[in-house]
């Protein structure tokens, strides 16, 4: 069984940052793709970006490329979302998600495992 444990958001001005932490316990191959989703109010959960933890190999969406940059701690079993230059529109409950395979790219559909989410507000 996999559980996934996020921490790091919070309240922050337009322009500021904010790292998101995911903590990871079961076995690697049942969450060899990790990565985190957002739900904005009244939107569909998104993806925002994976990474797959055999190789360390990372994907995000077009809309935060340059802004946001996913990584993986091996030694903790933590998956890391660094958020720079945040925009009001990035204001959403992100999830970390998990997921055995290789593609990188996530859908709701397909994920294994959520975590219970952390709210990242971004004031203008």
């Known amino acids: 069984q996999v559980q996934l444990v996020e921490s790091g958001g919070g309240l922050v001005q337009a322009g500021g940052s904010l790292r998101l932490s995911c903590a990871a316990s079961g076995r690697t191959s049942s969450r060899n793709i990790m990565g985190w989703f957002r739900q904005a109010p009244g939107k569909e959960r998104e993806f925002v970006a994976s990474v797959r933890w055999s190789d360390a190999s990372t994907y995000s969406v077009d809309s935060v490329k340059g802004r946001f940059t996913i990584s993986r701690d091996n030694a903790k079993n933590t998956v890391y979302l660094q958020m720079n230059n945040l925009k009001p529109e990035d204001t959403a409950v992100y999830y970390c998600?998990?997921?055995?395979?290789?593609?990188?790219?996530?859908?709701?559909?397909?994920?294994?495992?959520w975590g219970r989410g952390t709210q990242v507000t971004v004031s203008s």
């Open positions: 998600a998990a997921r055995s395979g290789y593609m990188m790219t996530m859908s709701k559909r397909t994920v294994d495992y």
